[in-house]
């Protein structure tokens, strides 16, 4: 027989062969799709997530075909039994994100492995409590594994066959053609911020932000090449110049001419200068932005407390909901005196050391996909080695104030006895070690008990700071907290007939500590008489996440939306030496630092700072979330749809005022996140007050 007759038998053999071994591939595959898609609705009815962002499906075929890659190795006697191994990886990572998200309140990023066995170590407790607690949702996960266990015992002979090598490339090949083509299908749906392709090619998106849009899968597949390959060039890495101007919107500002509105800004320091002073493309860029920047001026409350004493607490899941005039009648009289910021939100949904980051810096935290990861987790981790001039503890130092910082935990956590020392703290306190505290409890330990064992170090100096990270509010609020436990009867008793949920009732337990400490810090305050000479600054470091939606409902009297009345707070700034003063300004954590600076009249450069001053008039003043969401007197902007919602100050606005104001804000939002971030990774403060110490000289 001649070749030529031969050709059209070996093609059919070829085409034969080759549909085999596709059905082969995607009988696997379809397995493997039909669990993602049970496991992903399944996590989405527990972390409150749209349920009908259904653009993961986008992504399934690759996710499906990589995992029938996996398999198909072995002869079919033991082939059966490696689909429901193989089917056990994405089983235990949709658990470990369940179990994550019931402890912490948000999805696992993979930024944050780094942390690995002090984190496992310190939540121990709170990983086999919930564990315990979730048991019935973990074996509704484990039911695809069941089933492909069910199958390998069903199946009919040759169902499970060994894959030919070439299958396994094959099947390698449209796993990464099928991935392509799910981003190239996302362009039809907008490439704006609250896109899915945003969520997928967007540096700085945020974890649940992109898991919400892409899947929880998708998106830590996404973050895992941003570990292993870096970040690529973003669009959200160009400064835009955040002032390009606002529409004018028509607002009164009273103005006294004998006031100082001169702007707060530091002398020689010039951005023109600096930028011809280096040839780093990353810190001339930033001279560019900074100078496009238009400082806050000076204004009636600059330096109305130069000689003041300063206690500044970050106070763990602190919120207005722990704030009552019967249960908590010390955190109520501060809540009402002093400085009332009415409308203060809390940014951030969960993570102490990104509350406490930006609550000592004024700088944003790095919560995107650039975060760098490794043994030191989180931007206050990595801050270590830069230059922060404006943190209070530097501040004052610098003015000759001795600064002073205590939490009542180990230092070696989240590496604050690193941290702290570089933000100008001479004296640090932590639990246990040399000149360390002790408490009756570890996880959590008492407030009260670091403020009797820390207040001696600097009540009788002649001015000081002090910095505080406490402990006692964090969760469970359940009886597994020892300090909610020791005083769940107390808050009963004073609670009467008021009824609330336990996790309500425990929630108030945990934050009578806090109560009891600041009852003690003021009767030592006014023994020695320095009550109505300090400030008090008090804030959350995050929303309380142990507190369930029944629990938040009872205390907040009704029902709480989700997007931003969650993170409506209070950052208390109580001094017995200032009339109070009710302030209606939008704000957030990123705000505090550069008000408290202006108030005691310390020389900083507002332009180097992403917050402002909250008495400032010449700025447009706004509440910012974690994700870029925020709020002002005119516009609440949910980052996470692209919908703004306007308040009724903004009827006087026509339509092309209101997109105008609402570019606008967006812009100064994304600029003001991506500034903090390249400032901590240029260390441009140190090249700022390099450049300050050479004109000096």
């Not at 009988?27 to 989405?44: H, P």
């Not at 259904?54 to 059966?80: C, Q």
């Not at 919560?367 to 503890?393: C, E, H, M, W, Y």
């Not at 507190?547 to 938040?552: G, P, R, T, V």
Request: one cysteine or more; a negative charge; glycine letters at 6%.
């Amino acid at each position: 027989m001649s070749s030529s007759k031969n050709e059209p038998i070996l093609k059919d053999q070829l085409l034969t062969f080759i549909k085999k071994q596709l059905i082969t591939v995607l009988k696997y595959a379809g397995l493997y799709s039909i669990a993602l898609i049970y496991w992903e609705l399944l996590l989405r009815t527990q972390t409150g997530f749209d349920d009908f962002s259904l653009y993961f499906l986008l992504f399934l075929p690759a996710e499906s075909l990589f995992l029938a890659t996996l398999t198909g190795w072995l002869k079919p006697k033991f082939n059966r039994w490696l689909t429901p191994a193989v089917m056990l990886l994405p089983f235990a990572f949709y658990v470990s994100q369940l179990i994550y998200f019931r402890i912490f309140g948000s999805m696992f990023s993979v930024s944050m492995m780094g942390l690995g066995a002090d984190a496992v170590g310190n939540f121990g407790w709170a990983l086999w409590s919930t564990v315990k607690e979730s048991i019935g949702w973990i074996i509704l996960c484990l039911l695809p594994v069941a089933a492909a266990v069910l199958l390998s015992f069903l199946a009919p002979k040759g169902f499970y066959k060994r894959f030919k090598p070439i299958s396994h490339l094959g099947s390698f090949i449209l796993t990464v053609v099928t991935w392509f083509l799910a981003v190239l299908l996302l362009l039809p749906f907008g490439t704006g911020d609250a896109s899915p392709y945003a969520a997928y090619s967007s540096a700085y998106v945020d974890t649940d932000t992109a898991a919400d849009r892409l899947g929880v899968m998708t998106n830590t597949l996404v973050e895992l090449r941003y570990v292993i390959f870096g970040a690529e060039a973003d669009a959200d890495d160009t400064l835009t110049n955040p002032d390009v101007q606002p529409p004018v919107l028509d607002t009164e500002v009273d103005t006294e001419p004998e006031i100082d509105t001169s702007p707060n800004v530091l002398n020689g320091v010039d951005f023109n200068a600096l930028k011809e002073s280096t040839t780093d493309k990353g810190k001339q860029e930033l001279c560019d932005y900074f100078n496009s920047v238009t400082a806050t001026n000076k204004n009636a409350y600059t330096g109305i407390l130069k000689d003041y004493n300063l206690i500044y607490i970050c106070a763990e899941s602190f919120s207005k909901y722990a704030i009552d005039p019967v249960v908590t009648p010390t955190l109520f009289r501060m809540s009402c005196g002093g400085i009332v910021l009415n409308n203060y939100y809390n940014s951030f949904k969960n993570t102490t050391t990104n509350g406490e980051f930006i609550f000592m810096t004024g700088l944003w935290p790095d919560v995107s996909r650039k975060a760098d990861s490794g043994t030191t987790v989180g931007s206050f981790a990595q801050s270590v080695n830069k230059d922060i001039p404006f943190a209070l503890g530097n501040m004052f130092e610098s003015n000759g104030i001795k600064s002073y910082a205590y939490h009542n935990y180990r230092g070696y956590y989240y590496s604050r006895n690193k941290t702290h020392p570089n933000l100008g703290y001479t004296t640090t306190r932590f639990m246990g070690g040399q000149n360390g505290m002790t408490f009756t409890s570890s996880w959590p330990s008492s407030d009260l008990e670091m403020m009797e064992q820390s207040i001696d170090d600097f009540i009788n100096d002649e001015q000081f700071h002090t910095y505080y990270m406490t402990f006692s509010g964090h969760g469970p609020y359940s009886t597994a907290n020892p300090i909610a436990v020791k005083n769940i009867e107390k808050v009963r008793e004073l609670l009467g007939d008021r009824k609330l949920t336990k996790n309500a009732e425990y929630y108030l337990a945990a934050n009578y500590e806090l109560e009891l400490a600041m009852e003690y810090l003021f009767k030592r305050l006014e023994e020695a008489g320095k009550l109505q000479n300090t400030l008090i600054v008090l804030t959350g470091d995050h929303y309380p996440y142990y507190l369930n939606d029944d629990a938040l409902e009872s205390l907040a009297g009704g029902e709480v939306e989700e997007n931003f009345d969650k993170f409506h707070s209070s950052c208390i700034m109580w001094c017995g030496g200032l009339p109070t003063t009710k302030v209606d300004t939008y704000c957030s954590n990123v705000d505090i630092l550069p008000t408290v600076l202006n108030l005691f009249g310390m020389e900083y450069d507002s332009r180097l700072l992403p917050g402002v001053d909250i008495f400032s008039t010449n700025t447009t003043h706004m509440a910012t979330l974690y994700n870029k969401s925020f709020i002002t007197e005119y516009v609440r902007y949910n980052s996470q749809d692209g919908k703004a919602e306007w308040t009724a100050a903004a009827a006087k606005l026509s339509d092309e005022q209101k997109q105008q104001y609402l570019d606008y804000c967006i812009a100064v939002t994304k600029s003001k996140y991506t500034v903090s971030l390249k400032l901590m990774e240029e260390n441009f403060y140190k090249f700022v007050t390099d450049s300050l110490a050479v004109d000096g000289q």
